[in-house]
């Protein structure tokens, strides 16, 4: 049969446009100008399907398309997927295509690089990883991921965070999950109500759909991405971590089966330990005493290492196990510490707690939580009717003091009869203590020579704990490059430090010179009356500010400085005295003459902890300029 020309044209035109279309879905032209505006990456597409087959049987589906606009945006583009002996990967591909929508790159599973995911201070793990390193020839480019494993592991449902962080448009994100066995899947949505997230679950399957999100941009001082991006937190009652299976409902019957599956029988130690553990306390009666001593022992006898095989990620290793090797994870050392407490006599209990930034452990949803294991000695009469914390992976640190690591935030504390939320100690504002009190010598060559003390206390003294471990070398390299940089020609002299632990309190004395600090000319000497704690730190300006702003710590600066000044000179004026108490806390200097030789510079900063309106952050940053304009202010001395 033969056709017309014409319709021979047309059928032609059509195959060729379908196929241009079909090969060129990927072009980077295709995507709106309002996605790329301020956006180093566009996420095309983000797909997670998990079908729960059996409480003991999960798959994971994901597939990620990301047009990646410049250099910055590369870190969108990960092409890596861990793995370890309870994970199957079943499906792993990865395609690349130019600007046009073009294929340029494919990488099958085999071609994908297979490497041990240890790393720094683990010293052995079954995790592993496959990945492929793709260095980009020219921008925009595209890549299509997709991957498929199988686990065991019901206990961690994949969560959903549709918004991939800050500078990235979002076309279409989606998380499904498969239900075919009804389970109980229980989930919390986070910020959802400010996102047009579609909801199209089912009685038991979930279906969430978010499209066209513009890049969001970040804003200093603000709270946590994870408190204002959207997010979802699935978990199912019956589930099974490694093998072993559980069910629970509250954090009661959470902590109870941790417990009793993870932790129990887990503490043994060797006769001999027992022995020499019980030597180490027997002249001593107080049993918070008996608990330093022990808690010393550990700090001289183990380090820091991470071990995570099988169920070994979230189970700490025996007792016994950590005594004999003299190292472990966060959870051995605090398993470990428990363990020698309770052959002194002396309850203590794992707990669970999110480490770093402060995060709490959320108690409105039971599930798996935390990043980190520390110890808990339950308030009583003997500990004084507070909660005894300690952090069993730091050498160096004070018995019951944790710092900004563990400090204010709930945490769930593993006891025999269940789990309990507890909150650990907060160090605010006044209780951040630096005090300075110096003596400086001003000679009519510019030149100073000051004897300072610098005594710091709560998270101040955790900033500096460990300081007396540095070699004198790095000590004095990072007064100078870092805490005294805006001094030039800054030399140390000497420096002694005395850390007691017992009170926690830091404190170092100096002997410094600072050749030509002052700015000679042939009618006066020039300079900043503030040696020694200038804060030249203001906040970035915006113009349509959008989210609060957060002072995450807060704390309290005193210095108090006597100047004497060379002979034959004289203090041309002395400036008045100024104060600023606003609701972000308080600045207050003066300068007195004392005599005809000696001045005396005081200063107090104060900067309270809280979170405020976005409407409060201008305010905030005009009384931090005021701050660093007065740390920088200067005073004339002219000959008499």
């Not at 909150?423 to 605010?428: C, F, G, H, Q, V």
Request: contains cysteine; proline residues 4%.
């Amino acid at each position: 049969m033969k056709y017309p020309t014409r319709i021979l044209f047309l059928i032609s035109l059509f195959t060729c446009n379908l196929i241009f279309s079909q090969e060129n879905i990927y072009a980077s032209a295709l995507i709106s100008n309002e996605l790329t505006k301020n956006a180093n990456a566009v996420i095309r597409n983000s797909t997670t399907e998990i079908t729960i087959e059996a409480i003991d049987k999960m798959v994971v589906y994901e597939k990620k398309v990301v047009t990646v606009l410049n250099e910055l945006g590369n870190e969108y583009v990960r092409i890596v997927k861990g793995y370890n002996n309870d994970t199957k990967l079943t499906k792993l591909s990865a395609k690349i295509y130019d600007a046009l929508g073009r294929e340029i790159k494919k990488y099958s599973k085999r071609k994908f690089s297979d490497v041990s995911a240890i790393r720094g201070e683990t010293l052995y793990s079954d995790a592993r990883v496959k990945s492929v390193t793709y260095t980009p020839v020219a921008y925009p480019y595209t890549v299509v991921f997709e991957s498929e494993y199988k686990t065991s592991t019901t206990s961690f449902i994949p969560r959903w965070y549709p918004v991939k962080g800050y500078y990235v448009g979002i076309e279409k994100s989606q998380y499904k999950l498969n239900n075919p066995l009804k389970i109980i899947v229980r989930t919390k949505k986070k910020n959802f109500k400010n996102y047009p997230i579609q909801d199209k679950s089912s009685e038991f399957n979930l279906h969430y759909i978010f499209e066209n999100q513009r890049a969001i941009k970040p804003e200093a001082h603000a709270i946590p991405s994870r408190d204002f991006m959207p997010n979802l937190m699935v978990a199912s009652n019956d589930f099974s971590l490694k093998g072993v299976k559980g069910y629970v409902s509250n954090w009661k019957e959470f902590g109870k089966w941790q417990n009793d599956y993870l932790i129990s029988g887990r503490d043994i130690l060797e006769p001999a330990t027992v022995t020499k553990i019980k030597d180490l306390v027997k002249d001593v009666d107080n049993p918070i005493e008996k608990a330093k001593l022990v808690y010393e022992f550990v700090q001289n006898k183990t380090r820091y290492i991470n071990v995570s095989i099988g169920i070994g990620g979230w189970q700490p290793i025996a007792a016994n196990q950590v005594d004999k090797v003299g190292y472990g994870d966060c959870k051995g050392l605090t398993n470990y510490t428990k363990a020698l407490l309770a052959a002194v006599g002396i309850t203590s209990y794992y707990t669970l707690v999110y480490a770093k930034q402060k995060r709490n452990i959320d108690k409105d949803f039971e599930t798996f939580q935390g990043n980190h294991a520390i110890l808990n000695i339950p308030a009583s009469e003997l500990t004084g009717g507070n909660d005894i914390w300690l952090e069993c992976t730091n050498q160096t640190i004070p018995f019951g003091f944790l710092g900004d690591f563990t400090d204010d935030r709930d945490v769930l504390v593993i006891t025999p009869e269940g789990g309990i939320i507890k909150r650990t100690p907060s160090y605010k504002n006044g209780t951040n203590l630096q005090t300075t009190k110096a003596t400086i010598r001003l000679d009519e060559k510019g030149t100073i020579q000051a004897t300072l003390e610098r005594v710091s206390k709560g998270l101040n003294f955790y900033n500096r704990h460990n300081y007396d471990r540095y070699p004198k070398e790095t000590l004095i390299k990072l007064y100078k490059s870092e805490v005294w940089s805006y001094n030039n020609n800054l030399e140390v002299e000497s420096v002694k430090l005395k850390n007691d632990k017992e009170q926690v309190i830091f404190t170092e004395d100096f002997s410094i010179s600072i050749e030509d600090y002052a700015t000679i000319t042939d009618a006066e000497i020039l300079f900043r009356v503030n040696f020694f704690n200038k804060n030249s730190f203001i906040p970035k300006r915006y113009r349509n500010r959008k989210l609060p702003l957060l002072i995450p710590r807060g704390y309290k600066d005193e210095d108090e400085s006597i100047i004497e000044i060379p002979k034959g000179y004289q203090v041309e004026a002395l400036f008045e005295d100024k104060s600023i108490i606003n609701k972000f806390g308080m600045y207050q200097i003066s300068i007195d003459k004392i005599d005809e030789h000696h001045i005396k510079y005081k200063r107090t900063l104060f900067i309270k902890e809280g979170l405020y309106p976005k409407e409060d952050y201008k305010t905030y940053r005009a009384f931090r300029r005021k701050v660093a304009k007065n740390d920088n202010l200067r005073i004339a001395l002219i000959k008499t």
